[in-house]
């Protein structure tokens, strides 16, 4: 750290400039209004705050995280910052991801596309859960069923056991 910090005063910064720019991605181009999308903002070489107020209008705003990176490598010092945001639209259709601002720097728009959540069989992946009695005796056996109905292959997917309160699973 002590090292980095010294190189940090004696390098030169004005010597090796990097470009300021601002890039922006959605992690999907068309989302169920059920659905949420994070949309990622890097700033190369900006030193300032992200300004997402804009994004007001269309979206909540749920979550948000950055994280820095500064590299020097060869007396060339890059940095760049990078935030994600958890966006929830606020109505279907054609929606702008308003530009953003970083500093000085602003981003493209963006367009996402929110429709109507799906219904019955048009879904990707529905539960139905049942039991065989409804109102069973103390100590009665219930059978738990659920069936998992999907049209989409998943890489990684995993059922737990209900946390069903006085039930021994």
């Given at each position: 750290?002590?090292?980095?910090?010294?190189?940090?005063?004696f390098?030169?910064?004005?010597?090796?400039?990097?470009?300021?720019?601002?890039?922006?991605?959605?992690?999907?181009?068309?989302?169920?209004?059920?659905?949420?999308?994070?949309?990622?903002?890097?700033?190369?070489?900006?030193?300032?705050?992200?300004?997402?107020?804009?994004?007001?209008?269309?979206?909540?705003?749920?979550?948000?995280?950055?994280?820095?990176?500064?590299?020097?490598?060869?007396?060339?010092?890059?940095?760049?910052?990078?935030?994600?945001?958890?966006?929830?639209?606020?109505?279907?259709?054609?929606?702008?991801?308003?530009?953003?601002?970083?500093?000085?720097?602003?981003?493209?728009?963006?367009?996402?596309?929110?429709?109507?959540?799906?219904?019955?069989?048009?879904?990707?992946?529905?539960?139905?859960?049942?039991?065989?009695?409804?109102?069973?005796?103390v100590?009665?056996?219930?059978?738990?069923?659920l069936?998992?109905?999907?049209?989409?292959?998943?890489?990684?997917?995993?059922?737990?056991?209900?946390?069903?309160?006085?039930?021994?699973?």
């Amino acid at each position: 750290f002590l090292i980095a910090l010294m190189l940090l005063v004696f390098v030169p910064m004005h010597a090796h400039a990097q470009a300021q720019r601002i890039e922006v991605q959605l992690s999907a181009n068309r989302v169920s209004i059920e659905e949420s999308v994070i949309l990622s903002v890097r700033a190369y070489a900006l030193d300032a705050e992200l300004d997402a107020a804009s994004l007001s209008e269309n979206f909540d705003v749920t979550k948000r995280s950055s994280s820095r990176q500064i590299t020097i490598e060869n007396g060339k010092r890059t940095s760049v910052v990078e935030w994600i945001l958890e966006l929830i639209p606020k109505r279907t259709g054609a929606l702008e991801v308003s530009p953003v601002t970083v500093g000085t720097e602003a981003s493209r728009p963006l367009t996402l596309l929110v429709e109507q959540p799906a219904q019955g069989s048009e879904r990707d992946l529905f539960v139905e859960a049942s039991v065989d009695v409804s109102d069973p005796y103390v100590q009665a056996q219930v059978i738990y069923t659920l069936r998992v109905f999907q049209d989409v292959r998943f890489l990684d997917a995993s059922l737990s056991m209900p946390d069903i309160e006085g039930a021994i699973m």
